[in-house]
Nanobody
Framework: QVQLVESGGGLVQPGGSQRLSCAAS????????MGWYRQAPGQQRELVAS???????NYADSVKGRFTISRDSAKNTVYLQMNSLKAEDTAVYYC???????????????WGQGTQVTVSS
């Protein structure tokens, strides 16, 4: 099984910065795409950013130019650097990973427990 553990959430002022981390642990063959999603109260969960094992990134339009996703494959860790934060970025942020547990098994999606990011003065 795979565990995803997020860290780095909290309260930040508008215009500030915050960095989220998500480390994957457990027994698995390979991790493919890793990403960050967020869910605000009363809203659907949405993709914020993703990064493939080859380093190809994808961002939601609302965060382009402000957020940067990166990964350290040796550490099975994905990061989300968030700059110029706005009140509308307030949400629970979830880490996601596509994982193949064994070379013969299908890819499965795993989720972290979520970390709250609150942007407020």
């Amino acid at each position: 099984q795979v565990q995803l553990v997020e860290s780095g959430g909290g309260l930040v002022q508008p215009g500030g910065s915050q960095r989220l981390s998500c480390a994957a642990s457990g027994s698995f063959f390979y991790i493919y795409t890793m990403g960050w999603y967020r869910q605000a109260p009363g809203q659907q969960r949405e993709l914020v950013a993703s990064i493939t094992s080859g380093g190809i990134t994808n961002y939601a339009d609302s965060v382009k130019g402000r957020f940067t996703i990166s990964r350290d494959s040796a550490k099975n860790t994905v990061y989300l650097q968030m700059n110029s934060l706005k009140a509308e970025d307030t949400a629970v942020y979830y880490c996601n990973a596509e994982v193949r547990l064994r070379i013969t098994s299908a890819k499965l999606a795993y989720w972290g427990q979520g970390t709250q990011v609150t942007v407020s003065s």
